[in-house]
């Protein structure tokens, strides 16, 4: 650990080194190790709603007559290696907002362009790391809420030592800056801002008071010191995708929450705690946020339930700002990305769930009750079934509910710790299973699967890798590469067309790739991916309502090796009937694009950038900043 930079490790590496994984016995592969981009490729991969099995010169085909009859309103833009945004001939871009800057009239001059901003103002401004938003109008106000995921700490304690907090005013810092922004928005002649100080404005930090429902709640699991009838929470942590509900409130997602606890002490007893633990990857030293040395609620020695009230999906009503905050522990505790959701024939609400770390799984939520327009939405997040997903390898698949007879655990406990659950059910491991986006003109949903370099990788007995749980990393048929680099995106549509229904069939909509590296096979990706849209790690996705796929990367942008002609990250546009997929925008060195909504006239797209290198966006000598940019087209039409 000493000799390793954490600030630079990404949270699944940090969970590697921390927590090395168990190597479990191979046992009987699904796939072939030697599947090719002439056979196996053209067996998963198939597009419009047919989802037969189709050979690789039916799909060049298919490619051909989709760039004669593209739905596309642009032309491809080329891959860029620069320290900016770049969009196609036709559009224009603007920052909305970035890190530091106002939300109330107080805060005005806060952000200092060489030492960022102080404790006093820490939650009166944008927080850092824009990830997932959702834009609501509330009685014809645009009111956008942004998760703020991580903090980047050499950059937001420029005056500490590296990053490291020396002291818990540093750390209220830190905590300030991650959560929800809650702000209204509006479209002047100087384009789209902030309006500083409107009574939408709010933080939502790892700091707010909030509550729980569902079969958690209450129980000792959740006690603490600070609220020992286990019904209370406080903040929201490592925010990353998010979602919203058919009745206006908006769900945050806690994915990697593990790193923020440590231990001053000895680590629990506790045998359920310490196997929790061990799962969720919770160990005495931390990512390097060292809020256990100054602030005792993150010390696992004096609060050893603390870790239990974070891993959750979060409600959050955007009109009104006094509301409080509620944890659905019914959605179930992991690292979750975000909150998809469709409503099932007969009007019971579905969310669907990935859990993002190598080997994890997806999860999918239905309501026992019926949504309304109008009526009691107070169930239907917190009484229903909780299920986790089997691919098999005929193109088909199941949900499984966690139930106490079928897991052996209490409903509590299933809520607490899910992974368990789904390793007790066989849920299929996956690549990383990162946003879920529903078509809202055709019943199927969607998956980033991002990327897992441990996939399939065997040591010199032959043993491979497994997940913490110990379920194997084998190939299978729906993630179907080993050492996977490049992630794909997994495709299903429900029995009968029923979001509820148990069985489902798939495909796979696109795997990345790099065909000018590899002229065949799986690494070549599917005959979607070209020299012309090469791109790695399919992270975050929305789908407009036209039913174009907008996907957003977070991998790789060395622009090197198996990753040469792809350039920095980026978000590409993708036609589910054709199958064509064509770069849409780029985002500046060091980042990753994440987050994607739209305003309510459809001719503004909001577009997050994320973690970016110097000098972004304020120029040289500046402190880089996280920012979300409006997207126009310069004729004012609409956009996605």
Excluded at 211 to 234: E, I, Q, R, Y
Excluded at 270 to 291: K, Q, S
Aim: glycine letters at 12%; charged letters at 20%.
């Amino acid at each position: 650990m000493k000799d390793v930079d954490t600030t630079k490790m990404s949270a699944d590496d940090w969970d590697e080194l921390n927590f090395p994984r168990p190597e479990v016995q191979e046992f009987d592969r699904v796939v072939e190790r030697a599947i090719s981009r002439r056979g196996f490729l053209g067996g998963v991969l198939a597009f419009g709603s047919g989802a037969a099995v189709m050979g690789t010169s039916f799909l060049k085909g298919t490619t051909a007559v989709a760039q004669q009859m593209s739905r596309f309103a642009f032309e491809q833009l080329a891959p860029q290696t620069d320290g900016t945004v770049h969009v196609p001939e036709g559009y224009s871009w603007n920052v909305l907002v970035r890190w530091g800057d106002p939300l109330f009239s107080d805060a005005e001059g806060a952000f200092d362009p060489q030492n960022a901003v102080s404790v006093e103002m820490s939650d009166r401004v944008f927080g850092e790391n824009t990830d997932g938003m959702e834009l609501f109008n509330v009685d014809g106000h645009e009111v956008l809420v942004v998760n703020s995921e991580y903090t980047n700490r050499d950059i937001n304690l420029p005056h500490t030592d590296g990053g490291t907090p020396g002291s818990l005013d540093d750390v209220r810092i830190l905590q300030n800056f991650q959560g929800v922004s809650v702000m209204e928005i509006a479209e002047g002649e100087a384009g789209w801002s902030v309006v500083v100080d409107s009574p939408f404005n709010r933080r939502i930090t790892h700091l707010t008071d909030m509550t729980f429902d569902g079969p958690a709640a209450g129980h000792d699991l959740l006690k603490t010191d600070a609220d020992p009838t286990g019904m209370a929470s406080m903040g929201t942590f490592n925010n990353c995708g998010s979602g919203r509900t058919p009745w206006g409130t908006y769900l945050t997602c806690e994915e990697n929450f593990n790193g923020y606890f440590g231990a001053t002490g000895d680590m629990p007893s506790d045998e359920v705690v310490a196997a929790g633990y061990r799962r969720y990857g919770i160990g005495a030293d931390g990512w390097g946020y060292d809020y256990h040395k100054w602030d005792a609620r993150f010390d696992v020695t004096m609060n050893p339930n603390e870790p239990h009230r974070a891993g959750w999906i979060v409600e959050i009503d955007p009109a009104n700002p006094e509301a409080t905050p509620v944890k659905h522990t019914a959605l179930g505790r992991f690292k979750h990305e975000n909150a998809a959701y469709a409503l099932a024939p007969d009007g019971r609400v579905v969310v669907y769930m990935g859990d993002d770390e190598r080997g994890e799984f997806m999860y999918r939520w239905v309501s026992r009750d019926v949504y309304v327009p109008g009526g009691d939405t107070s169930t239907l997040l917190s009484e229903g079934t909780l299920s986790v997903a089997v691919f098999e390898d005929d193109m088909t698949g199941r949900w499984v509910a966690l139930t106490p007879e079928a897991t052996g655990m209490d409903a509590a406990s299933i809520a607490v710790f899910t992974r368990t659950a789904g390793s007790a059910v066989g849920a299929t491991t996956m690549d990383r299973p990162e946003w879920i986006a529903v078509n809202p003109t055709a019943t199927e949903a969607y998956c980033c699967l991002t990327n897992n370099s441990r996939r399939g990788v065997t040591t010199d007995d032959g043993s491979v890798r497994s997940n913490a749980g110990g379920d194997p990393m084998t190939v299978n048929a729906v993630n179907p590469r080993e050492a996977n680099e490049f992630g794909q995106i997994v495709r299903w549509r429900p029995e009968g067309g029923d979001h509820a229904a148990d069985g489902f069939s798939w495909d796979l909509y696109v795997m990345a790739g790099n065909p000018e590296v590899h002229a065949d096979g799986p690494y070549a990706g599917t005959a979607n991916i070209n020299a012309g849209n090469l791109f790695n790690s399919p992270d975050g996705m929305q789908i407009d309502t036209s039913g174009l796929i907008w996907i957003q990367t977070d991998g790789d942008d060395s622009n090197e090796g198996e990753f040469a002609g792809m350039g920095n990250n980026q978000m590409l546009a993708g036609d589910p009937a054709t199958g064509e997929i064509r770069r849409f925008l780029t985002g500046p060195k060091g980042s990753e694009v994440t987050g994607l909504t739209w305003s309510s006239d459809r001719r503004t797209m909001f577009v997050g950038i994320q973690h970016p290198d110097a000098p972004f966006p304020d120029g040289e000598g500046a402190l880089p900043r996280s920012a979300i940019v409006a997207v126009k087209r310069d004729d004012n039409a609409l956009v996605g």
